[in-house]
């Protein structure tokens, strides 16, 4: 058993969360191989410093440690990063979902940026979305559009995987997105020189 995440048969690299490599992956895949090629290569140069201890965490709470790789499609892993809606940090935490999940977001402090609380916060709010939905596609997709909005898609279409309900007008097109970016993302960083 190789533990360096290589098929021992294939060559192929082996991932610990589901991977699909269908025409939207890989459009993604281009798009940051051509299109932000540069900025990707400073989101993964930022998250190699920041790569051990994400993974330490994750491993606390049983996740897969390639889950790190959402947070490249998140924020580049950038502390600072504030989205339209608010959302902020490298996770990109909702101020409601950051006190929820323990985070201290006052007037005085925002532990959505401090990468090590937000991390361990990441890790609770993503073990709880496995343990609900009990698959990583559906998981991350709560992940982006919370965990009502793929609970009602699920229900409205009677379906049980996120391929299906993507297949739908129950889900914003953002979330449709989504997890074939997190996958196109998790490819390219497994596999920087290819």
């Known amino acids: 058993q190789r533990t360096d995440g290589v098929d021992s048969t294939s060559g192929e690299p082996t991932y610990n969360i589901p991977i699909v490599r269908d025409q939207k ?6 798009f940051f191989h051509t299109a932000i090629r540069d900025r990707f ?3 993964l140069d930022r998250l190699g410093r920041y790569k051990p201890m994400v993974e330490h965490i994750f491993t606390e709470f049983d996740l897969p440690s390639d889950l790190v790789f959402l947070s490249l499609i998140e924020s580049g892993f950038n502390p600072h990063a504030r989205s339209r809606a608010r959302a902020t940090g490298p996770w ?4 409601g ?3 929820m999940y323990g985070l201290r977001v006052d007037q005085y402090v925002d532990e959505r940026k401090d990468p090590y609380k937000s991390t361990v916060a990441a890790a609770r709010y993503l073990r709880d979305l496995y343990d609900l939905f009990g698959a990583w596609p559906l998981a991350m997709a709560a992940y982006n559009a919370g965990e009502g909005k793929v609970q009602r898609a699920l229900q409205k279409t009677n379906t049980e995987s996120f391929w299906e309900i993507a297949q ?3 889900l914003r097109r953002e979330t449709k997105e989504y997890v074939p970016r997190i996958m ?6 497994r596999n920087p020189d290819q």
Do not use: G, Y
């Not at 990109?92 to 101020?95: H, I, R």
């Not at 196109?184 to 960083?189: F, K, R």
């Open 25 to 30: 992956v890989e459009s993604h895949m281009r």
């Open 92 to 95: 990109q935490f909702m101020k």
């Open 41 to 43: 290569e400073m989101w």
């Open 184 to 189: 196109a993302a998790t490819i390219i960083a």
């Open 97 to 99: 979902t950051a006190l």
């Open 168 to 170: 739908t007008k129950h």
